[in-house]
Each structure stands twice: as C-alpha cells, then as structure tokens.
C-alpha cells in the first residue's frame, strides 16, 4: 500500500493507482467527462486536474500514478479556476439550447457548469454547421454538441469491437466522425446504444418515439396495446423515489393502463415460447448433426453484428424470433382473433431497455401477412417520461397483473434479461424435453473453453449438450474463431452485446454507479430463486397457447408466426 495525502487527509492508495482511482476508492470526488472505469484513460478533457505539492502544472489524475507520499489539492483555487475555464471553453463552442435538449436535466457539462457556477457566455460562440444525424432508428447523432470526450470512441471499439466511431483531423479542427463518413444508419453501427450511455452530453441520444405513442394513444379507432421487456421491472425503481433495483412489475401495468393502453403484456412470457421453439429447433438440428453450434438471436444487435461480419455464420443463427417480435406476432395474429379485434387497428409498442430493438422491429424479417409484429418500440428512459408526463404517481398506486391470455411467465422468462440467462431458460427445457424432468445445478459441469467466456454441460438422453455464453462483444473477433473451431464441440452460443446483458442496455436509465446494474441482475436472480415455475415448458399459460393455437413446437403455426429467416 502507498499512503497519500488529500486535502490535508491521509489515505491509502494501492500500487500503481492512478490519483483518479485513488481519490475515487475513498469517496473523493473529482469530476471528469472523458474517464470511464476500466478503459485506458484518454486525458482528453483535463477536468481532473488536481494540484500535486512540488509541481509546477496541475496534473491530470486520470493518467498520473500515485507516489508514496504525494500531496495532492482536489479543491485549490488554482484547480477550480482551470477547471471552470475548461469548461466555459466547452460551452462556448457548444449549442445552448439545453431547455431542448434530449439530455436535460441528464447532461453531465450541464451539472458541471452548474457546480462551478458559470453564469455567462465568456467567449464568442462559433457558427455550428455540423448535420444532425436522424438515419438510425435507434440513435440521432448531433455532432454540434460533441465535446471530444472520446468516450464513445472508446467504448464502441474497446467495449464492443464495432469502432464505428474515429477521431478526424487534428487540433481546432478535430471531430468525432464515422468511419468512411457514413451517417449512422449505413456504417457499420449495430445499435446497441452503449455510446449513448456513456456520452456526457446530447450529442448521442436514443430516437424518440413517445410522440408518435402519445398520437396513438389519443386517436378512438385504435387499440394501444404494450409489452414489457423482462428487464425493465427491476431498473426504473430509482427513478421514481424507490429503492435501487425494487420490482416494480405490477406497478407498471397499472400504470400503462392509466396512461391508456387497453391491453398490457409481459414479454417474459413470449421469452418462455421462444425459449420452447429454440429447444424443438436446437434438438433438432443436433439430432440432424447440422447446423451447430446454434447461436441466440434474441439480441437484435448481435444479429446485425453477424450479418456484417461473419455473414457465413447467419444460418447458424436461431431462426425463431425473438420474444419482442414473438409477443408482437402473438398479439397480432392470434390475441386479436380470440378477442375479435381488428389486427390492423392494434398499435403494438413494446417497452425494452435496448435501442437495437427499435431497428428490429423496423425489420422485413419481422412481419407477419405485411403487417409488422410491433409498430413502435420506447426505451426504458422513455417509459419513464411517460409515466411522469401523464402525472403518474407510481408509489401511489396497486399493483397489477397482465392481461390474459399471457398472464403468466416462468422466471426463465424473467432471466433471458441477464447474460447467460437465455441460455439456462433454452437449456431447462431441452432437458425437460428429453427427460421429463427439472434441471438443476448439480446436473450442470462447468466447461473451460476460453477465458472470458462461460460454458457449461449437461447430459439429457444419453447426449451431452454444451452450450457458451459471451458476455458483451469485447473480442468478439479473437473468440468467435476459438468457438467455432476448438476442441470442445458447441450447441449453443448465447451472445448479448451490452456487458451483463439487457439489464445493461442502451436503453435503460442513466445511472453513474456501475452498481445499479449488479444489482438489477441480482433482483433478476432473486426472482428466479424465489419463483416455482423455473421451466419454460410448465408455465400453463404457454402450454393453453399451445393447446388452443400453435399446436405443437416446430408446427406450421409456429413456423408462420414465430419464426424468421435472416439472409446475406
Ligand atoms: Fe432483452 Fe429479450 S431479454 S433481448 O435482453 O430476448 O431488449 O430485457 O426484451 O426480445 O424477453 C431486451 C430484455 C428483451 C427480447 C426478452
Ligand atoms: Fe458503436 Fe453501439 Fe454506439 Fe453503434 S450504438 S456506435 S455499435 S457503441
């Protein structure tokens, strides 16, 4: 250990610690706009300057290491002063139209200028010519309010390996472009919103879709109907006043119905179809011997993922639809028909903390008799606006439960929110399927394939099945290849792009605590643990759908109505 001292206090450092990480283990805030946790520091935007005893310049701490003995100013009026002229550099070459801004009241230069008081413009503003970009379905680009952070830079190639996104030229004239200078939509950008998550201003946010909600919500001769994400129930507490990851499942069907949606959905319980479907396809192609291993395609953005780089591997890819676009076809062509409703006449929105699911349903793929499966797609932050813009009162009002016929999910539903979780919610029902009986965790081996990436076995019907889970795209690159031709032979890949899964996606609300994130995941465990129904294949209202409508797995029926091809 290194001992150090702040602000007149000591405090104890590791080794090789920079002052940020030190300062920040011991609850010493400094601010900064370019640093994020685990990624090489840039030292681009200079606000974590501190003042070091025997040095003349202030240092950035994010890329200084800790010396036994330092004596280190967080708070001088030397650095206060740096700092707020950094930041007023910032502002005058930024747009000030925060009464507009997607980002308000979330905008990280905004906090900071309030907190160093900055009350005036102090230099002239420069004209901003830079176009917005509104081709994605999932993310609007406005490169006017870029402060070349570089962080999503970083994170897009470091996080993700996608790297859509590159400096340009050089000093006054640099800027954060796409590669090739394409506009979002046509460069190689999957969508998974994590640059949008870790931009300190406006400059990425998601594509709104409340307004056109809100119309339909208003106009008679529709019939707004709304799916919830598995995720979501376990990330919205903190935004209304609640404790950190509380489920608040039933509190958001109450009020969707309040804002005016007549009919509300878990897509938990599509999760627990899909997850049927996959295990009849997977047991399939492995008693066929083709085809392996299969890889998940519940996670629109790694689909796109595959289908730029690795297109040779896209009939490995499940062809049954994910549980946004199974529900959405499920509403669609069977609910509508049972409760003599007009198809065409339902305005299907599913809620998800994923912006890659607004490019989804958008799909051809994702359409059933040429109307799509689901018409808009919001964003876990925008269901909070919802709910706030319609004056809902979340801690005053009962919890609800979802409409009939799809009442009812397992917690494996719940899981595929979480990494690794399709894959244990598909590998309880091959089991189920071929024994007849539970799978549990002593049934299961761990399998080391490679590092970073979980495996794991099961024998059911004298075959053993051996699925891997990659958590994030993080060398993607390097591991696809080691998967694909190693010694140990795969049947199931689950890839999620966002890092923990869906609980972590692009979608969701900004929280600067890495915390939050561990712990929705660990509420979606706790529900799992909790919960009777852990399989798929027992949740009654599943096996009524069956009954009533699908027939069997793999059926006609379902082939028409839950499964999709993906092509070159
Ligand atoms: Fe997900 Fe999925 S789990 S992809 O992570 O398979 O978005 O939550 O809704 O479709 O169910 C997201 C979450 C979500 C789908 C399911
Ligand atoms: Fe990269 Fe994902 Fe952002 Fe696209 S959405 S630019 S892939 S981080």
């Not at 996608?162 to 394409?182: D, I």
């Not at 990851?245 to 039933?250: A, L, Q």
Request: hydrophobic fraction near 40%; aromatic fraction near 6%; glycine fraction near 6%.
């Amino acid at each position: 250990n290194i001992t150090i001292e702040v602000n007149n206090r000591t405090i104890q450092a590791h080794k090789g610690d920079t002052i940020l990480e030190a300062l920040n283990r011991n609850g010493i805030r400094v601010p900064t706009l370019c640093n994020m946790t685990d990624l090489t520091p840039s030292g681009a935007c200079r606000l974590c300057v501190v003042e070091v005893e025997g040095r003349d310049n202030l240092v950035t701490s994010c890329s200084h290491v800790v010396e036994n003995g330092m004596r280190i100013m967080t708070h001088s009026p030397r650095v206060v002063r740096a700092r707020k002229t950094l930041v007023e550099l910032l502002l005058a070459n930024h747009p000030d139209d925060c009464l507009y801004c997607e980002r308000n009241g979330f905008c990280e230069l905004q906090d900071l200028a309030a907190e160093l008081h900055i009350r005036e413009r102090k230099v002239l503003r420069k004209s901003f010519t830079q176009k917005l970009d509104l081709s994605s379905p999932s993310i609007v680009r406005d490169p006017a309010k870029c402060i070349l952070c570089g962080r999503c830079i970083r994170v897009c190639d470091e996080v993700q390996s996608v790297s859509t996104f590159e400096f340009v030229n050089r000093g006054c004239n640099m800027y954060v472009g796409t590669t090739l200078s394409r506009d979002l939509n046509f460069s190689n950008c999957i969508g998974c919103g994590q640059c949008v998550l870790v931009c300190p201003t406006g400059a990425l946010h998601e594509r709104q879709n409340v307004a056109e909600v809100m119309d339909a919500l208003s106009n008679p001769d529709l019939i707004p109907v709304v799916q919830i994400a598995p995720s979501i129930s376990v990330s919205v507490a903190t935004e209304f006043g609640l404790k950190p990851s509380k489920d608040v499942n039933g509190l958001l069907y109450n009020a969707l119905r309040k804002i005016g949606f007549r009919y509300v959905f878990d897509t938990a319980f599509a999760a627990d179809v899909a997850a049927i479907e996959m295990a009849a396809e997977l047991i399939d192609r492995k008693g066929k011997g083709s085809n392996l291993p299969m890889f998940s395609s519940c996670c629109p953005a790694w689909v796109k993922f595959v289908e730029q780089w690795y297109p040779d591997y896209i009939p490995a890819l499940s062809a049954v639809k994910s549980p946004q676009q199974v529900m959405g076809s499920l509403i669609r062509n069977y609910f509508a028909t049972e409760n003599e409703l007009n198809p065409s006449k339902i305005f299907s929105v599913s809620v998800m903390p994923c912006l890659a699911k607004k490019f989804e349903a958008q799909r051809e793929e994702m359409t059933t008799r040429g109307l799509s499966d689901v018409d808009t797609v919001l964003s876990t932050r925008e269901l909070v606006r919802l709910i706030k813009l319609y004056g809902i009162d979340i801690q005053g009002i009962e919890s609800q439960h979802p409409d009939k016929p799809f009442n009812i999910r397992s917690s494996s539903g719940k899981l595929f929110g979480i990494s690794g979780g399709s894959a244990e919610a598909l590998a309880r029902v091959v089991y189920h399927k071929l024994t007849s009986k539970e799978l549990n965790d002593s049934k299961i081996t761990e399998v080391k394939i490679v590092s970073g990436v979980k495996a794991f076995s099961f024998n059911a019907d004298e075959q053993t099945f051996t699925f891997a889970v990659v958590n994030g795209l993080k060398n993607i690159h390097s591991i696809l290849p080691v998967l694909m031709g190693g010694d140990v032979k795969l049947d199931y890949i689950e890839v999620m792009a966002c890092p923990g899964g869906c609980v972590n996606g692009g979608g969701q609300p900004y929280v600067d605590e890495e915390k939050y994130v561990k712990l929705r995941a660990k509420a979606i465990i706790e529900i799992d643990e909790a919960e009777g129904i852990k399989c798929a294949t027992r949740n009654p209202a599943v096996q009524s759908i069956y009954d009533e409508f699908l027939g069997e797995t793999g059926s006609e029926k379902a082939k028409k109505f839950l499964y999709t091809r993906y092509s070159k």
